[in-house]
């Protein structure tokens, strides 16, 4: 499985901006997603998880009301709006596929990664 992760750059705060992750390979259908990020000197953090039938999701604190994520299985993507940017969201963000189905929170139950879009919030 192959996931390609696109849409970061550079924003002000406040704008939004649109995650995509295409996979290819493997039964997409069948994965949970997340999304998470790194930003520099820290750790990987989780942002959004939705499960592979795409009914239940969950976010951090940190972001919840702001970002939304979304997949579509029938094209293989899984998307994050991220509305209300902060400077604090700036990272590289990367998207992941579990092939036990659900959506986790810990690094350590994803299979597959992408490589990683830059998002930099300025003040």
């Known amino acids: 499985v192959q996931l390609q992760a696109c849409g970061g750059g550079l924003v002000q705060a406040g704008d939004s901006l649109r995650l995509s992750c295409a996979a290819s390979?493997?039964?997409?259908?069948?994965?949970?997603m997340g999304w998470f990020r790194q930003a520099p000197g820290k750790e990987r953090e989780f942002v959004a998880g939705?499960?592979?039938?795409?009914?239940?999701?969950n976010y951090a604190d940190s972001v919840k009301g702001r970002f939304a994520i979304s997949r579509d299985n029938g094209k293989s993507t899984v998307s994050l709006q991220m509305n209300s940017l902060k400077p604090e969201d700036t990272a590289v963000y990367y998207c992941?596929?579990?092939?036990?189905?659900?959506?986790?929170?810990?690094?350590?139950?994803?299979?597959?990664w992408g490589q990683g879009t830059l998002v930099t919030v300025s003040s």
């Open positions: 992941a596929a579990s092939r036990a189905g659900y959506s986790s929170r810990d690094v350590g139950n994803y299979d597959y």
């Open positions: 939705i499960r592979w039938s795409g009914v239940v999701s």
């Open positions: 390979g493997g039964t997409f259908g069948t994965y949970g």
